[in-house]
């Protein structure tokens, strides 16, 4: 069975860094797309960055563009979302997803394109 396992997350102050993973579970990334997105209470969920299948092109919402950077490890089939520079403002619930094809620029962002989850791991950044 398809499945994506997340860890990291926890308490980091403003400015630090931190690290979360994504792990696959039951497959390897290839020919998979992947995103990376998370939410805040009382809000959506939002699009955070995300992988391409084909190009394996990485983009980022303007909010981390800069200071977020997504990497991905094809021998250890896990994805990277690296948090520099982090703001209070980013503290929410973070989740990996990923599909098993090809998503374009604009199909990345959308959560209704995934059909894999992570559990959602919590950031809390604080001030």
């Known amino acids: 069975q398809v499945a994506v396992v997340q860890s990291g997350g926890g308490l980091v102050q403003a400015g630090g860094s931190l690290r979360l993973s994504c792990a696959a579970s039951g497959h390897t990334f290839s020919g998979y797309s992947q995103g990376w997105f998370r939410q805040a209470p009382g809000k959506d969920r939002e699009f955070v960055g995300g992988?391409?299948?084909?190009?394996?092109?990485?983009f980022y919402s303007d909010s981390v563009k800069d200071r977020f950077v997504i990497s991905r490890d094809n021998a250890k089939n896990t994805v990277y979302l690296q948090m520099n520079n982090p703001k209070p403002e980013d503290t929410a619930v973070y989740y990996c997803?990923?599909?098993?094809?090809?998503?374009?620029?604009?199909?990345?962002?959308?959560?209704?394109?995934?059909?894999?989850w992570g559990r959602g791991t919590q950031v809390t950044v604080s001030s």
């Open positions: 997803a990923a599909r098993g094809s090809g998503l374009s620029y604009y199909e990345l962002r959308l959560v209704k394109n995934y059909d894999t």
């Open positions: 992988i391409t299948w084909l190009r394996a092109e990485i």
